[in-house]
């Protein structure tokens, strides 16, 4: 018979095992009443035919767990309560690990060829990653019982693991548990009384089955801990409690959580203070966003009722502002405030010799932990030609004193849109090149082309679907050439701005000679927990990914704070359901949750409301009547599943439903709340309201009406 046929002879049955146990209604002796009603009877049939019973058991028992049928828990405790302690156990374990090892071979070979050839790719990791530690994390899920039994083996089965090896695991995995079963079986079929019930034996015996999930989760974590750390010898005393590498958002926020709760505590930075966000990113981009705005608002002067308004600047003194800025800000983030806080400052490079200790210059420090927030640098592609010239990124954007003439940006993302707007304003006639179909990928459509008219309204050059393929210097001209739809595109420059991403820093501080490990994408693996995979390093921040916002730097901090410096006690997952960010571009583009794209591509049923900006009476009084609020909710329910923003303020804007999806509160509730007349603030109630006008009672509204027809003394 050949390979299909066998298939269909497996599953037909398997199917018909399957509707004859449920048919038969055989279900309903596997339930704890039905046990206790004839335990007497079994218990005789027993003592007369040992031997029969127990192997009628055992092949019942396979049976029932190869077929991933209801009821192994109740046979599990019969087993208990009708043979002996020792006898249930052997009996149970082997033939609960046969069963397991039957479905894990029948899910292998109805299904597996064909999952591995559909997902290949992205099975590539999964697959490593049971290769290499498949036995510890099935002994770990048989262990600690998450996922149900069934699940396990028909999972399982579609990987690569050798089929002695989930067998040998499975039994040795399963064990414990079983013992646990077993035990509270036999103390329940002991009871012959109502008193029995209060008996201290059983109520140990539901304690322990209670707690022991609990207690195999923690021996799991100590295992878990001892094999990442075995290798290296561990110190008898420690400097530290934990050494934080890096000091941007994630590495400060670290830093200050642990000396707050009296930890000790050093953080190390090779450079400045306050890391990328502060010296390169958040900081100074919006000091001169806010300057190019200034500019945008005096050429709109007569929208505003005044005749004629001058601004002249120097483009280096806007430089220096934005330098002021940054040292004005600066004392936030400075060695002194942080060591007055109880944080040890060290300026040097780090390198971590072991889970241990850290070396910088010629100390070694030793640490029970460590934090890993090391950030994350532009990515610079390898276009040829692009090392010629000296192209700009966010790092050496600022040292600009002069405004450049003709500057192509590279990039449709957050930077790269907030820098073409900037430039434009300044008077620099600005190209902006993204090989995808539009601007901010991660945005609706709509909101994509309303920002490319906006900049394109402004003299920007806005280029989608052009891959950028060489830089070429002909006769001291710098040409950028592109595809676009199979044609060359060749673009002149005076600078260019290299805005297409950014990287984790990962190399150079020890992780790869120590072992971490890293994800796809090029950043630290870790767990939920924040974890490595040396469980006694965590990470925070762009290096951990999967956001690379300043925002979630700090909220990943917490964690892995905590959870390094109190996880022996409790550990705390980190929560990422709520994840906003901005876009600060004029109009601002905010963002948390799903948008309408998104529910379209998960095929979610989803209803959308939308109020228009130019309705809000503040707006108007502005001059900034442009842009929308649109909220993506369940069908006929004001739960939030995401908001857009798109207007002026709209970060600000977007903290109320931030809020309101954190902690589950509805559109009802922002509706239901009072909002200072006028602000934008009210925008966020008016499109609780327009929600609201979609979902109006009308069957109850005309029985209103007529009961006000009926009080005016109206008939009909």
Not at 67 to 91: E, K, N
Not at 165 to 170: A, G, I, L, R
Not at 385 to 412: A, I, Y
Not at 566 to 573: C, E, L, N
Request: with cysteine; charged share 20%.
């Amino acid at each position: 018979m050949k390979g299909n046929g066998k298939k269909i002879l497996i599953v037909l049955t398997i199917a018909v095992l399957v509707t004859l146990f449920f048919a038969f209604d055989l279900q309903r002796y596997l339930t704890l009443a039905e046990l206790k009603a004839r335990q007497e009877a079994f218990l005789q049939f027993y003592a007369a035919n040992k031997t029969l019973t127990l192997g009628l058991y055992f092949v019942f028992y396979v049976i029932v767990i190869a077929l991933s049928l209801p009821g192994a828990a109740v046979m599990t405790l019969a087993g208990g309560a009708l043979f002996s302690f020792l006898p249930a156990v052997i009996v149970v374990s082997f033939a609960s690990t046969i069963g397991s090892t039957l479905a894990f071979l029948v899910s292998r070979f109805l299904l597996r060829d064909w999952v591995q050839a559909r997902f290949r790719e992205r099975l590539k990791t999964v697959n490593a990653g049971i290769e290499r530690d498949g036995h510890f994390y099935l002994f770990t899920l048989r262990l600690v019982p998450i996922f149900p039994l069934f699940m396990i083996n028909l999972v399982m089965g579609l990987t690569p693991m050798r089929t002695l090896t989930f067998y040998w695991v499975s039994q040795l995995g399963m064990l414990p548990g079983t013992a646990v079963y077993v035990n509270a079986g036999a103390q329940l079929g002991q009871i012959e009384s109502l008193g029995g019930i209060l008996s201290p034996e059983l109520i140990f015996s539901f304690a322990l089955l209670g707690i022991f999930p609990l207690l195999a989760r923690k021996g799991v974590d100590i295992m878990q801990k001892r094999r990442s750390l075995k290798d290296f010898p561990k110190p008898e005393s420690f400097d530290y409690n934990v050494v934080v590498l890096g000091a941007g958002s994630a590495g400060l926020v670290s830093a200050y959580i642990a000396a707050a709760v009296k930890a000790k505590v050093v953080l190390i930075e090779k450079d400045k203070m306050g890391g990328d966000c502060l010296n390169t990113g958040c900081v100074p981009s919006k000091a001169l966003i806010r300057s190019a705005k200034m500019l945008a608002y005096a050429r709109r002067a007569k929208e505003f009722g005044l005749q004629k308004s001058m601004a002249d600047f120097d483009f280096a003194e806007v430089m220096a502002r934005v330098h002021r800025v940054v040292k004005k800000v600066e004392s936030h983030d400075s060695v002194e405030r942080y060591t007055a806080l109880g944080v040890e400052c060290i300026k040097g490079e780090a390198r971590i010799t072991s889970p241990y200790t850290v070396q910088v210059g010629e100390r070694i420090l030793t640490t029970r932990n460590i934090i890993v927030a090391t950030g994350a640098e532009p990515f610079v592609p390898p276009i040829p030609g692009l090392d010629q010239v000296d192209f700009l990124t966010s790092d050496n954007l600022w040292q600009l004193r002069e405004l450049p003439r003709r500057l192509v940006v590279m990039g449709g993302g957050p930077i790269g849109c907030e820098m073409t707007q900037a430039f434009a304003r300044f008077g620099a006639q600005v190209t902006q090149v993204e090989m995808a179909p539009q601007l901010m990928g991660r945005e609706d459509p709509e909101v994509a082309a309303f920002v490319r008219e906006r900049f394109e309204a402004e003299g920007v050059r806005v280029l989608t679907e052009h891959a950028a393929k060489e830089v070429q210097v002909k006769d001291q001209e710098k040409i950028l050439v592109c595809e676009h739809q199979g044609q060359k595109v060749e673009v002149p420059f005076d600078a260019i701005l290299v805005a297409v991403g950014r990287r984790a820093r990962t190399t150079g501080f020890g992780l790869e000679e120590l072992g971490v490990r890293l994800s796809q994408r090029g950043t630290i693996e870790v767990d939920p927990f924040l974890r490595t995979n040396f469980s006694n390093i965590f990470c925070a921040g762009d290096v951990a990914g999967p956001y690379q916002f300043t925002h979630t730097a700090a909220h990943q901090a917490w964690y892995a704070a905590v959870n390094a410096l109190f996880g022996d006690f409790r550990k705390f997952r980190a929560d990422y359901r709520v994840i906003p960010w901005c876009t600060f571009t004029d109009p601002e583009v905010a963002r948390v949750g799903l948008n309408e794209a998104e529910a379209r591509e998960q095929n979610m049923d989803h209803e959308v409301t939308r109020f228009e900006l130019a309705d809000l009476d503040r707006a108007i009084a502005e001059g900034e009547e442009h842009g929308w609020i649109k909220v993506i909710t369940p069908p006929g329910q004001d739960k939030i599943l995401g908001v857009t923003i798109v207007g002026t303020h709209a970060g600000d804007l977007l903290a109320e439903y931030i809020l309101a999806m954190k902690y589950g509160l509805g559109l009802n509730k922002i509706l239901g709340t009072i909002h200072p007349y006028p602000t934008l603030a009210e925008a966020n109630k008016m499109a609780a309201g327009e929600w609201k006008k979609a979902h109006v009672p009308e069957k109850l509204l005309a029985w209103v009406e007529k009961y006000h027809a009926w009080r005016r003394g109206q008939k009909g």
